[in-house]
């Protein structure tokens, strides 16, 4: 084994009080938590470079400054990122499984976003779908 996909990662560190959100869904209580980074350095630690593992983890409804830290060149936690803000380009109302016209301009736009923020920073995983949304060809292409 080379290399380990970490599946939503960023959600490994939530908030130990367990607050209430009147007001939101709860991702800022589960996502990016206060000892994410804290766990991932313990993890690359003890676990990823004695084995001289290379790993990439799935953030889930993160930032691209989160990403810059969890996979930064210079860095002690991942080896890699990849996010999901690029397939939402379809989604009518936050409804994945819905058939939608993409817009190819915020597609191109959320690329030149993340490639550009994390060149020179961190490394960036790109990739198309996933178990978790519809199929690529399905959605982008042409029907044929």
């Known amino acids: 084994m080379d290399g380990l996909r970490l599946d939503v990662v960023n959600l490994i560190a939530k908030d130990q009080d367990f607050p209430d959100d009147p007001t939101g869904d709860g991702r800022r209580f589960y996502t990016d938590g206060p000892r994410a980074h804290t766990f991932l350095r313990e993890m690359n630690r003890d676990v990823f470079t004695p084995r001289n593992l290379m790993t990439v983890g799935e953030m889930s409804s993160t930032t691209l400054e ?75 292409g042409d029907g044929g």
């Open 66 to 140: 989160n990403c810059q830290q969890y996979a930064a060149l210079s860095g002690d936690e991942l080896s890699m990122t990849f996010n999901f803000h690029h397939l939402k380009v379809d989604y009518p109302n936050g409804e994945k499984w819905t058939l939608a016209k993409p817009d190819y301009v915020a597609l191109k736009a959320l690329f030149r976003h993340w490639q550009q923020g994390m060149h020179n920073v961190a490394w960036n995983a790109l990739f198309w779908c996933n178990h978790d949304q519809p199929r690529i060809v399905s959605r982008f």
